[in-house]
């Protein structure tokens, strides 16, 4: 039977990406098996968990103490035997029973079924929005459009299922961000979620068109609070933020909830396709698998994360916010640098203002 290491706690919420298949491209995708820049983060793909092996890694979790999860891939809507899952958690599980199950989708595979079943099931839905005339040369298709995010944000609002408009924030669609935004509160998107650009994935070749200035990382911020305070909406950042580069440590912002220390292996955890664990969606390092006797092997890397034991960057050991910040993505300075304890790529060339 799975079991969890000695002393060993998870998450209360964790992250299934239900398959590999997704019907974007897109250019900041993180996920690690769509790496092609660097043979050194490769990630292989493995068989995906059918439906059946879903339920049981489901019934392992309720176990292990997770109460709540979200549903994502690659494209989760293209996963064969979807429905069955998502009537299957809400039904025979107690995950969720007093929180919404959150599903993260492009859309471009939504039907008036979904609708239905999302109604049925008591689901949050995020809908990624990456731009508006942005939007093909981001998710690298041509059989999608802007229009199709904002028609299913509606549909969803008219039928009363929460949604939540997904931005992942680039040096594209920066200039357009107030507009992208707008866009998708008057379609009836609840909250906004905010994502700078992390390299990692497919995103490796894609860096020096995509990544954010210091300058750009305080800006999207700002842009974000005008918009949710005229809107009077909330909406929260999904990465983590250095704190020297949040204006005023976040506290101007009544609207916008930022956060600087890394929520993987603490707040949430993520199971890919084939049942393997990692800390966050955006790492590329396994930890164990779901189905073994104990589920986390790399302990050491696996509580580098959820006792917060690595080492910051040597920039950062006189910084007053140190104790409250984990100066970025740990992920993204590995990723770039081979070691958590590098800086985060958002600081590259660039001047503090502290």
Same mark, same amino acid.
Request: aromatic share 8%; glycine share 6%; charged share 25%.
């Given at each position: 039977?799975?079991?969890?290491?000695?002393?060993?706690?998870?998450?209360?919420? %964790?992250?299934?990406?239900?398959?590999?298949?997704?019907? +974007?491209? &897109?250019?900041?995708?993180? &996920?690690?098996?769509?790496?092609?820049?660097?043979?050194? $983060?490769?990630?292989?793909?493995?068989?995906?968990?059918?439906?059946?092996?879903?339920? !049981?890694?489901?019934?392992?979790?309720?176990?292990?103490?997770?109460?709540?999860?979200?549903?994502?891939?690659?494209?989760?809507?293209?996963?064969?035997?979807?429905?069955?899952?998502?009537?299957? @958690?809400?039904?025979?599980?107690? /995950?969720?029973?007093?929180?919404? @199950?959150?599903?993260?989708?492009?859309? %471009?595979?939504?039907?008036?079924?979904?609708?239905?079943?999302?109604?049925?099931?008591?689901? +949050?839905?995020?809908?990624?929005?990456?731009?508006?005339?942005?939007?093909?040369?981001?998710?690298?298709?041509?059989?999608?459009?802007?229009?199709?995010?904002?028609?299913?944000?509606?549909?969803?609002?008219?039928?009363?299922?929460?949604?939540?408009?997904?931005?992942?924030?680039?040096?594209?669609?920066?200039?357009? /961000?107030?507009?992208?935004?707008?866009?998708? /509160?008057?379609?009836?998107?609840?909250?906004?979620? $905010?994502?700078?650009?992390?390299?990692?994935?497919?995103?490796?070749?894609?860096?020096?068109?995509? %990544?954010?200035?210091?300058?750009? /990382?305080?800006?999207?911020?700002?842009?974000?609070?005008?918009?949710? %305070?005229?809107?009077?909406?909330?909406?929260?950042?999904?990465?983590?933020?250095?704190?020297?580069? @949040?204006?005023?440590?976040?506290?101007?912002?009544?609207?916008?909830?930022?956060?600087?220390? &890394?929520?993987?292996?603490?707040?949430?955890?993520?199971?890919?396709?084939?049942?393997?664990?990692?800390?966050?969606?955006?790492?590329?390092?396994?930890?164990? +698998?779901?189905f073994d006797d104990v589920i986390i092997s790399d302990i050491g890397y696996w509580d580098t994360f959820a006792k917060r034991t690595f080492k910051l960057p040597e920039m950062c050991n006189n910084c007053s916010f140190k104790e409250d910040c984990d100066c970025g993505?740990?992920?993204?300075?590995?990723?770039?640098?081979?070691? $958590?304890?590098?800086?985060?790529?958002?600081?590259?060339?660039?001047? $503090? !203002?502290?």
């Amino acid at each position: 039977m799975s079991r969890l290491p000695p002393n060993t706690t998870l998450p209360e919420s %964790a992250v299934l990406e239900l398959t590999y298949d997704c019907n +974007h491209k &897109c250019r900041f995708c993180s &996920c690690p098996w769509e790496n092609t820049e660097n043979p050194a $983060l490769f990630y292989k793909k493995h068989e995906e968990l059918s439906i059946y092996e879903w339920k !049981r890694v489901l019934r392992i979790l309720e176990r292990s103490g997770v109460r709540s999860v979200t549903i994502s891939g690659g494209e989760a809507l293209l996963k064969e035997g979807f429905f069955e899952l998502l009537l299957y @958690i809400r039904k025979n599980t107690s /995950l969720n029973n007093r929180r919404k @199950i959150i599903i993260i989708s492009n859309g %471009a595979a939504m039907t008036e079924k979904h609708i239905s079943l999302f109604k049925e099931t008591d689901v +949050h839905l995020s809908l990624s929005l990456p731009g508006l005339t942005t939007y093909t040369y981001h998710t690298g298709t041509n059989n999608n459009s802007p229009d199709n995010v904002l028609h299913w944000l509606k549909r969803a609002s008219d039928e009363s299922i929460e949604t939540t408009v997904n931005v992942t924030v680039t040096k594209r669609n920066y200039d357009e /961000l107030y507009e992208t935004l707008a866009n998708g /509160l008057i379609a009836g998107a609840n909250t906004v979620l $905010l994502n700078r650009f992390l390299v990692g994935g497919r995103g490796l070749s894609y860096q020096n068109e995509l %990544a954010l200035s210091p300058d750009e /990382l305080r800006g999207l911020l700002d842009t974000a609070e005008e918009v949710l %305070a005229l809107s009077k909406r909330v909406g929260s950042v999904g990465t983590e933020y250095p704190l020297c580069l @949040i204006p005023n440590g976040g506290r101007a912002y009544k609207h916008l909830r930022t956060g600087s220390l &890394c929520a993987a292996a603490n707040g949430f955890f993520v199971i890919d396709p084939s049942g393997f664990i990692r800390t966050c969606n955006h790492s590329p390092k396994r930890v164990g +698998h779901i189905f073994d006797d104990v589920i986390i092997s790399d302990i050491g890397y696996w509580d580098t994360f959820a006792k917060r034991t690595f080492k910051l960057p040597e920039m950062c050991n006189n910084c007053s916010f140190k104790e409250d910040c984990d100066c970025g993505c740990r992920e993204a300075a590995a990723i770039c640098h081979d070691s $958590l304890s590098e800086l985060d790529p958002c600081f590259e060339g660039s001047q $503090l !203002r502290r």
